[in-house]
């Protein structure tokens, strides 16, 4: 028998780095920076994977649902998901669909990320009522690549 995993906490950081300078030659440059963390506890899974695009078709990366049936993340147990856009020049459409009436897209730079986490989205103008996201899904070029990571208690 093997040994089991233990839960551990995700540790994530987003540092901003910005000096603006005045351009009047002195070294009184206006400091931007930041950095923020948060940790997500209890992670015992985690998905990470790098996903080439076959076409410009919109393609779903992951479904969620409330077991595991035909390879669901169970939508519960999701703390953070990270879609990062590793094209140096392409936009990657990326957004939670319902399957119903409801779905959220945005745009997603080139060499940049999104990351989510929960997984409930709105299509009404004003976000009254969340509903369960069944899917993620992404839009980009043929051939265009992505990381996806998930990780979930």
């Not at 233990?6 to 009184?28: P, R």
């Amino acid at each position: 028998m093997g040994t089991e995993l233990t839960a551990q906490s995700l540790i994530v950081t987003i540092t901003e780095a910005l000096a603006v300078d005045h351009a009047n030659g002195a070294t009184n440059d206006i400091d931007f920076a930041q950095t923020y963390t948060h940790t997500y506890g209890s992670i015992a899974n985690v998905t990470k994977k790098i996903i080439k695009l076959a076409n410009t078709n919109l393609t779903e990366i992951a479904t969620f649902g409330s077991d595991t049936q035909n390879g669901a993340f169970v939508r519960a147990d999701i703390k953070y998901i990270r879609v990062t856009n590793l094209d140096a020049s392409d936009a990657l459409q990326v957004g939670m669909d319902d399957e119903d009436s409801d779905a959220a897209y945005t745009s997603v730079a080139a060499d940049s990320s999104i990351i989510f986490t929960g997984t409930t989205v709105e299509g009404d103008n004003g976000g009254s009522t969340l509903d369960n996201a069944t899917a993620l899904k992404v839009k980009g070029a043929a051939n265009q690549q992505l990381e996806l990571f998930i990780a979930s208690v």
